[in-house]
């Protein structure tokens, strides 16, 4: 089995989030492949579904912890226990601060960089599981990083960035189940491609009449 996690805060007022792109790369992937509907399973909400490849379908699930971004770990956990997984069937989609706005890197193992969510998951199923780090941008200034994590993404980069990214995430999926991460990384970035900017650039600007709501 395949695990695919995304990383998010499980309350409504958390939805539009830059925290929260995680979660919504796993709706974009059920949708997008058919998975059945999401239950409340290991201290979460999974969904089962097949992603062709070339060998033939992969079964996976897509996992939304419940237990709040910084304790990720306890519903990744439960869910490798359950299906006798390793960490090299463990794929984490994440936000990037220190990635610039819509871009994307595959990465296996490593630390935490900062990010609680990687952290609580380190310290259930050690390192080496595999993380998909989806760009958001970084305020400028270390005090800045809560609330720009916690903020919701403007109409702009929803329209511009982030919804192309997900779908390229959503559409690349066979590369990943087939172990290529290296070339999921080229195709997702080729279907939705993004500027290599510092990643502590200016936001994008709103659109026209956009207000903050």
């Known amino acids: 089995m395949l695990i695919l996690a995304g990383l998010g805060n499980p309350e409504s007022r958390y939805a539009k989030n830059r925290h929260n792109i995680g979660f919504a790369a796993m709706q974009v992937i059920g949708l997008s492949w058919g998975f059945g509907p999401e239950r409340a399973r290991f201290n979460g909400l999974a969904a089962e579904g097949q992603i ?3 060998a033939g379908p992969v079964k996976a699930l897509t996992l939304r912890p419940q237990t709040f971004y910084n304790g990720s770990g306890d519903a990744v956990a ?3 226990r359950f299906y006798k ?3 090299a069937d463990v794929v984490v989609f994440y936000d990037e601060i220190d990635l610039a706005p819509g871009r994307f890197r595959m ?4 630390g935490a960089a900062g990010n609680n969510g990687v952290r609580s998951i380190v310290a259930h199923i050690g390192p080496d599981f595999r993380r998909a780090r989806l760009g958001t941008g970084h305020p400028g200034h270390k005090d800045l990083v809560m609330s720009h994590v916690l903020s919701d993404f403007s109409k702009a980069e929803v329209v511009g960035w982030v919804k ?5 995430c959503a559409d690349a999926l066979p590369l990943l189940a087939a172990g290529e991460d290296e070339r999921y990384q080229a195709e997702v970035l080729r279907l939705a491609p993004a500027p290599k900017l510092d990643p502590r650039s ?3 600007p ?3 009449g956009e207000s903050d709501d």
């Open 164 to 168: 192309p990214l997900l779908k390229a």
């Open 85 to 87: 997984a390793s960490p």
């Open 52 to 54: 062709p490849t070339p």
């Open 78 to 80: 439960a869910a490798m």
């Open 107 to 110: 990465k296996t193992g490593g």
């Open 202 to 204: 200016p936001p994008q």
């Open 206 to 208: 709103k659109l026209r």
